[in-house]
């Protein structure tokens, strides 16, 4: 079957060593399934590889993007025929940016219909990790105080949410003014409207020195605050360095007596049975399912061939919401 996919072989800037690649898909093994990509989010955990930061576990040429979801089209010998035509969430299989993408049929989750496109193609990295963070990694109780960094992306708003599902108190660090209100009407307790004055004095204002626990998606500056507001044998959990910076950990431990704990959905699998796996998962379409949770709508959706155009606009400060990638195409490439 001929297919049309996202490839980068070599690292550096996606805008750069992105490019449409024609080819064809390999015989399914017995238990895959083949599944036609409908939509796929841009997210910062996309683009990282291709900029070489996992160059060690990666081999090139690959396939970029690790959500979406799509339609179930073929399947091997050892999967129900039933399969076809589920409107499935292909993960942990080949990159997700490309027309079909093959992944072994227990790893796939279906999709109930309730759950529009846009918001089943975002199920996946941010909510999973989310969820499992606060309920896991963290096990936060109900009115303790949970300080976050990087509230201008779109897993601070998912965040916000479940502090309302479980009944803890959220404090948001934005950068994005345009950000505070829709954070608070979300469930964060308190927003932190970095233009507004002092962060570590606003942060004192809010929670003096009683914070349990500390989120970090940004690293560098940003995330010592963090680490200086905890209190004694608060948590501290990162996730992801938008800055670039990484933390400096001897410090923390040092001066802040903080043990930083690091969380990746990758090795959360690794560590996981796929029972275990498809049980968190199945919580969060769940919350999705019963409207507990919802997702921001797209900033905007771009038919995938026209991928350097969405690049750029993911790039742009203050989206309101994920840039999409239009698999769903019938014209020839």
């Keep these: 079957m001929e297919n049309v996919s996202l490839v980068y072989k070599e690292y550096g800037d996606p805008l ?5 690649c024609n080819g064809k898909k390999s015989t399914l093994k017995p238990n895959e399934i083949l599944v036609k990509m409908l939509v796929s989010p841009i997210n910062p955990s996309d683009l990282i590889p291709i900029r070489g930061a996992y160059s060690h576990r990666i081999k090139l040429p690959a396939v970029a993007g690790y959500d979406g979801v799509g339609i179930v089209v073929d399947h091997g010998k050892e999967v129900s025929g039933s399969m076809i035509g589920k409107r499935v969430l292909p993960v942990r299989g080949e990159g997700t940016w490309q027309q079909y993408v093959t992944t072994a049929s227990n790893y796939a ?9 846009e918001d089943a193609s975002q199920l996946y990295i941010n909510p999973l990790t989310a969820w499992l963070i606060c309920t896991e990694s963290l096990q936060v109780q ?4 949970v300080l976050m960094n990087g509230g201008g992306t779109s897993i601070a ?3 916000a949410q479940i502090s309302t ?3 803890f108190r959220l404090v948001v660090i934005t950068r994005n003014s345009r950000k505070v209100s829709k954070l608070q009407k979300l469930g964060a307790w308190r927003v932190i409207d970095t233009s ?6 606003q942060i004192s204002d809010y929670c003096g020195r009683s914070v349990d626990h500390a989120i970090d998606s940004v690293g560098g500056e940003s995330g010592e605050l963090l680490a200086r507001a905890l209190k004694p044998q608060g948590t501290f959990i990162s996730f992801g360095l938008l800055s670039g910076i990484p933390n400096n950990w001897k410090r923390f431990h040092d001066i802040y007596r903080v043990s930083p704990q690091l969380f990746a959905l990758r090795l959360w699998n690794e560590r996981h049975s796929v029972s275990e796996y498809r049980n ?28 350097h155009d969405a690049l750029k606009h993911y790039e742009k400060p203050g989206l309101d919401g994920k840039i999409l990638l239009n698999f769903a195409m019938n014209k020839e490439m």
């Design 157 to 159: 708003g998912l965040f």
């Design 196 to 201: 507004k004055g002092s962060v570590p004095e």
């Design 142 to 145: 109900p009115n303790e105080i």
């Design 16 to 20: 750069q060593n992105l490019q449409l």
């Design 109 to 117: 989750l279906e999709v109930p219909p309730s759950i529009s496109d």
């Design 165 to 167: 599902l479980l009944g």
């Design 280 to 307: 968190r998962f199945s919580e969060v379409i769940k919350l999705f399912k019963s409207g507990k949770m919802v997702m921001s709508a797209p900033e905007k959706i771009y038919d995938f061939e026209n991928f």
